[in-house]
Every structure is written in structure tokens, then in C-alpha cells.
């Protein structure tokens, strides 16, 4: 049974245990949808001079994904840069978020005119060219 969420006090999961990866196999084999906020496999940080990693939500993606192919192949998603929801949830709304700024009167906002600037191959730059706009690392 789920433990309670030491922050909120909802009933839920706080981590990513066997417990936790064995319930989420099952969802996705009964029909459940696979939502991740970003494909990163790891997100480097620094410490003491070192760089480390920490595991990213790609790789938990891509382990449940191979967990439950072929059932949840196609209920897989991601929504972050670079992920095959990305262009619909983040760059054409940053897009349409631009276009509500400009003054009234303003020419229309010319996507060719748009770019990204990341400093990421796989995610950011990735993300650009999915969505057919310029980027900049």
C-alpha cells in the first residue's frame, strides 16, 4: 500500500522503489498512459569539483517502456523538449505565449523568425528541430 506524501500528507508514492515500478508495469499493461516529463536519461550536476549524475525521467521511461512493450507502446508520451509530445505541450505554446505579446497592430509572428537557445543536443536542440524553428547552443 502507498505510504503518505511526508510533504503533503496525500496518500501516494515518494519515490521510485520495486514496489513503485511493479504498479506502474501493471497500470501500463491494464491501459494506463505513460506521461514523462522529459526524454533526459541522466541530469548531470557538480559536486566538489566532480561531475556527477542523477538518473533523469528518460530513464525511467525507457525501462517501463521496455517493461510493458508492446501493450503501452502506443500510450507513451513525452511531453518535455525533445519528446514526442514537446512540440505540442511546450513550443508551440511558448510560440502562441510570444504571439499574445506582441503590440496590437503588430505584423503576425513569423515562426521563421523564432529560435530556441539550449545548451542541450538531445533535448533543446532536438526540440527545435521537431517543431521546424532555429536553434542556438
Do not use: C
Amino acid at each position: 500500500d502507498a505510504a503518505g506524501d511526508p510533504v503533503t500528507g496525500r496518500k501516494g508514492y515518494t519515490g521510485w522503489d520495486f514496489e513503485v515500478l511493479v504498479r506502474a508495469q501493471w497500470l501500463l499493461q491494464n491501459g494506463g498512459r505513460l506521461v514523462t516529463s522529459a526524454p533526459d536519461a541522466r541530469n548531470p550536476f557538480f559536486e566538489n569539483g566532480l561531475v556527477l549524475s542523477k538518473l533523469g525521467p528518460g530513464s525511467l521511461h525507457a525501462l517501463l517502456l521496455a517493461a510493458t512493450y508492446p501493450e503501452s507502446a502506443d500510450r507513451a508520451i513525452v511531453i518535455g523538449k525533445g519528446g514526442s509530445g514537446g512540440t505540442h505541450y511546450m513550443i508551440d505554446r511558448g510560440i502562441a505565449m510570444l504571439r499574445d505579446q506582441l503590440p496590437p497592430g503588430s505584423p503576425p509572428l513569423d515562426r521563421r523568425r523564432v529560435a530556441l537557445v539550449g545548451d542541450t543536443l538531445d533535448t533543446d536542440i532536438k526540440a527545435a528541430n521537431l517543431a521546424g524553428i532555429d536553434s542556438v547552443l
